[in-house]
């Protein structure tokens, strides 16, 4: 009788380009399976080696040099258990995307990535060939196994393929991102997939924050019915086990139902994306500036539950227009979070400013001019700060901000990275009221007021922006759905505030383009997601 084959879902997180690093990660997994796990076999993600998306580094030759150093390294491991990584191949023939199947010390069976995603973030088609369209099935304990590779699987000729050689199960690799409803997405996708070919499916995805991408985890078994038995955990790294003889024999656990809020998985998404962004990058410390403001509350949140209180600094910089409640609200947050922070007016430098420029201005009124000034005395007092003491700046802003350009350049837009980049203002809400309700750090006030930049007297965000809750049902329909003026006025929005919006929007590209990169949250974050000319002819607006 075949003893029962036990299967490992390596959900891991690697650091791009950090070869080395990585397979000494993977290594230790692997005698953490074979030992603690007692697997058969283990599964590592998509590009495991190099950690994805490894971009343009997939151009230089001594990335695969690396690569074939510390293959056999690998290979050598796999004794008493076998071995499925991925990683990138350069043949005479072309790079290839490629899963191994690593047996008693040697490749044995290799799968190329046969769907390149050429769309959003993904630029596939850049680096790397299609595969042969043909399956690739090995035998483990009297199992056929198929392999396939993340975006095969969103189209049926992978598990056609699969089946028609005769597999008894899929096992699928990952490096797919989080964003909003992805993951749902993803298991409705995948139980079609089960559906259609009648076999369970393991899939494995990775873990981490890259750059502006999150990769959330949530590995995922389905048996034979479509049925969701077991899941890692989402944001974590894990090792998922799984029983192959009990999945195929339908002796499966009770499906499981993820009930998890939309606002807890932003979060999270945000904590591991600055958690990864700031240890990745290998920064000791972060500052940003706290206002008394809802933005910059949730960062300052975010960024104490990402590397701790001791790692945060703030930096209160009121002006003549800041509020007295402004700076308690600021000043009881951070006591609250036990975060150290500083007050340095801006007033003086910002005189010093209008000194200078004077004869310049005179005889011209006051504007938006002396506003922007002000941010961007506060702008160069946190790169100063920055430089000093080698702590990466937070900018603040949200989505809804960037979108219409109710920012500043080199002001409250200067920083190393933006959290809420891709979080429109309402969802920023949703968030602060989410972080409070797991303890109270954000003063209600700062919920629960207008929200304001405070550059003029009596200033509201609604002095110059539509409400937060139209404004951003207008920019979600013209951003991420890319529909016409004509049609988001037929839902309902007026005409005029349709085409103010979408005029500041398109205005605005080239600050964005000067922005700091954020954690990507939907399928439509400004960078990769979108990418508009700055300088285009083409008028969407309304005569």
Request: some cysteine; charged content about 25%.
């Given at each position: 009788?075949?003893p ?5 879902l ?7 380009g ?6 000494q ?8 399976a074979?030992?603690?796990?007692h ?21 230089r ?5 690396r690569?074939d150093?510390?293959?056999p390294?690998?290979?050598?491991q ?16 072309g ?18 990535k046969?769907k ?12 790397f060939?299609?595969?042969p ?23 049926p ?12 199960l899929m ?15 993803r298991?409705?996708?995948m ?43 989402f944001?974590e ?20 139902f ?26 000791p410390?972060?500052?940003l500036?706290l ?11 975010i ?7 001791d790692?945060?600094s ?5 002006s003549?227009?800041?509020a ?7 000043k ?10 500083e007050?340095l ?7 010093a400013?209008?000194k200078?420029l ?22 160069t ?8 003491k080698?702590?990466?700046v937070l ?9 219409v350009g109710?920012s ?6 200067v920083g ?8 429109f ?5 949703k968030?602060a009221i ?5 303890s109270p750090?954000?003063p ?9 930049a ?8 609604q002095?110059t ?9 207008i ?11 004509q ?15 979408a005029q ?18 939907t ?19 309304l005569?």
């Amino acid at each position: 009788m075949t003893p029962p084959l036990r299967i490992t879902l390596a959900q891991l997180n690697f650091l791009v380009g950090d070869i080395e690093g990585n397979a000494q990660k993977i290594i230790s997994a692997i005698l953490a399976a074979r030992t603690t796990q007692h697997a058969d076999l283990i599964v590592f993600p998509e590009l495991a080696l190099t950690g994805y998306p490894p971009e343009d580094l997939l151009y230089r030759s001594d990335l695969y040099e690396r690569i074939d150093a510390v293959l056999p390294e690998i290979c050598k491991q796999a004794t008493d258990i076998a071995i499925i990584l991925g990683y990138p191949a350069k043949t005479p023939t072309g790079c290839y995307n490629r899963a191994a199947f690593i047996q008693d010390q040697k490749i044995t069976h290799i799968y190329d990535k046969q769907k390149l995603p050429n769309y959003n973030v993904f630029d596939e088609m850049r680096y790397f060939k299609a595969g042969p369209a043909k399956a690739c099935v090995i035998e483990l304990k009297n199992k056929k196994i198929a392999l396939t590779i993340c975006e095969d699987l969103w189209f049926p000729e992978a598990m056609q393929q699969a089946t028609a050689a005769g597999a008894d199960l899929m096992l699928s690799i990952n490096a797919s991102p989080f964003a909003k409803d992805k993951a749902e997405l993803r298991e409705s996708v995948m139980n079609t997939r089960v559906q259609e070919s009648g076999i369970p499916l393991l899939y494995l995805n990775t873990v981490g924050g890259q750059d502006e991408l999150v990769f959330d985890g949530g590995s995922m078994v389905l048996d034979a019915t479509g049925k969701l038995i077991q899941q890692a955990a989402f944001f974590e790294e894990q090792l998922l086990s799984v029983d192959i003889d009990a999945l195929l024999d339908n002796n499966s656990k009770t499906p499981i139902f993820d009930a998890t809020p939309e606002e807890e998985k932003i979060y999270d998404a945000l904590v591991l994306g600055l958690r990864d962004y700031i240890e990745k990058n290998q920064f000791p410390r972060a500052v940003l500036g706290l206002s008394g403001g809802i933005d910059s509350a949730l960062t300052l949140a975010i960024a104490v539950d990402a590397i701790g209180k001791d790692r945060v600094s703030a930096i209160l910089m009121p002006s003549r227009y800041t509020a007295d409640i402004s700076n308690s609200d600021a000043k009881l947050q951070a006591d609250n979070m036990g975060v150290s922070y500083e007050m340095l007016s801006i007033e003086p430098i910002f005189e010093a400013f209008l000194k200078t420029l004077q004869p310049v201005f005179q005889h011209l009124p006051p504007d938006i001019t002396e506003e922007n000034l002000q941010a961007r005395c506060r702008g160069t007092l946190l790169m100063a700060i920055s430089n000093k003491k080698q702590a990466i700046v937070l900018a603040t802003g949200n989505k809804s901000e960037m979108a219409v350009g109710y920012s500043t350049l080199y002001g409250d837009m200067v920083g190393g990275f933006c959290v809420l980049k891709d979080v429109f203002k309402t969802m920023v809400y949703k968030l602060a009221i989410y972080r409070n309700n797991v303890s109270p750090v954000i003063p209600e006030r700062v919920i629960t007021r207008a929200p304001s930049a405070e550059l003029a007297p009596g200033q509201t965000d609604q002095d110059t922006l539509p409400p937060y809750p139209m404004l951003d049902a207008i920019l979600e329909r013209y951003i991420e759905r890319d529909e016409s003026l004509q049609t988001i006025i037929a839902a309902g929005f007026d005409a005029s505030i349709v085409r103010r919006v979408a005029q500041m929007v398109d205005r605005s590209e080239y600050k964005r383009r000067q922005s700091a990169p954020g954690i990507r949250i939907t399928e439509r974050a400004f960078g990769k997601d979108r990418r508009y000319p700055i300088t285009s002819g083409f008028k969407p607006f309304l005569s």
